[in-house]
């Protein structure tokens, strides 16, 4: 049976979060911030926690079955300096996350995506690495530890231009975390371990978040309700559209992709009292604001308006 979370209490909600978080604010105290990306049930990040009272740590994960063990964990240890955090690590560390503000930052066992053709899936390639090594403080390293030695190799070959220096050691188990004793378990004796050194410091900026602007329109056109796709530079898809003829409202399931953000949300079409309908993001779905979002307001506007 599933074990129940105690408390959503270090959970932090990020998407109604002013962003970059206020992390001496999320702990109630200034302390070095520290990072765990991929903290999967969350085991190492509060033995660490437990074991380092001084320091602020951060736990992210982008699955929610992961980040609620973690939650259990960090309440049943009556945690007060560990928190987590549900996101993709790239647009966690871009957003939430200033510049030079990671005291540490370690992740272990991240997937490898071993196939070749998949490759693009890995966490370490050398965007993420240049991002990585913009939050970092002068004086902070990240440590990587992985079971997979192409996946460590290719790491290795994305560092250069980074600003981050490399230090590559075959180490015995030494983190005892789920996934370590996984691979132990299947006989695994040597890991790879890399620790990352900030050499330069290179500028990557938190993004701004523009203000959306929801379209109004004074008529509908029903038969417009259907699904579209359009290609771009920012694409945005129509996938699904569920319609109440009667109360004139609707709810457009949309993907936009731009950059290396992609975002699934509801769009909602709601009569105004005064006459007219208005579009907004649905109230609850999390969406970012950005460029694409308002693309995908002002083209669905468009789409519906009866000219
Ligand atoms: C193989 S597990 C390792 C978990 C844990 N570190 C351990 O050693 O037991 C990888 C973890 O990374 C998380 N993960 C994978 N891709 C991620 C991403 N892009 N951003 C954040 N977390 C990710 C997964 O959900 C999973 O919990």
Redesign the pocket.
């Known amino acids: 049976m599933t074990a129940p979370y105690l408390s959503l209490d270090p959970l932090v909600p990020w998407r109604q979060l002013p962003r970059p978080i206020a992390w001496d604010q999320i702990f109630g105290r200034s302390a070095p911030l520290e990072l765990e990306?991929?903290?999967?049930?969350g085991e190492?990040l509060t033995r660490r926690a437990g074991e380092r009272p001084e320091v602020n740590l951060v736990g992210?994960?982008?699955?929610w079955v992961?980040a609620r063990r973690a939650l259990r964990r960090i309440n049943l240890a009556g945690l007060g300096n560990a928190v987590v955090v549900q996101t993709?690590?790239a647009l966690g560390l871009e957003r939430l996350f200033t510049p030079q503000s990671l005291a540490g930052v370690w992740c272990?066992?991240?997937?490898p995506w071993p196939r070749p053709c998949d490759a693009h899936h890995r966490?370490f390639s050398n965007r993420f690495l240049r991002l990585l090594g913009s939050r970092l403080t002068p004086t902070a390293t990240c440590r990587l530890v992985t079971d997979f030695k192409p996946f460590a190799d290719w790491v290795a070959g994305q560092i250069p231009g980074t600003g981050l220096e490399a230090v590559w050691q075959e180490v015995p188990p030494t983190v005892n975390?789920?996934?370590?004793r996984k691979w132990q378990g299947q006989g695994q004796k040597v890991f790879y371990e890399l620790t990352l050194v900030k050499g330069e410091h290179q500028p990557w900026p938190n993004p701004e978040e523009p203000v959306l602007h929801y379209p109004h329109f004074d008529s509908l056109n029903p038969e417009a309700l259907t699904t579209w796709e359009d290609w771009g530079e920012i694409s945005v898809l129509c996938k699904d559209v569920l319609y109440d003829r009667e109360a004139g409202r609707a709810l457009l399931r949309m993907v936009v992709l731009e950059d290396d953000l992609e975002q699934a949300f509801y769009l909602e079409l709601m009569p105004k009292p005064q006459g007219g309908h208005l579009l907004r993001p649905a109230p609850g779905c999390g969406v970012l604001p950005s460029l694409g979002v308002q693309r995908a307001l002002e083209l669905t506007a468009r789409r519906l308006s009866r000219t």
């Open positions: 990306i991929g903290c999967g049930n190492v992210l994960d982008v699955d992961s993709e690590a272990l066992f991240p997937r966490l975390s789920k996934y370590e």
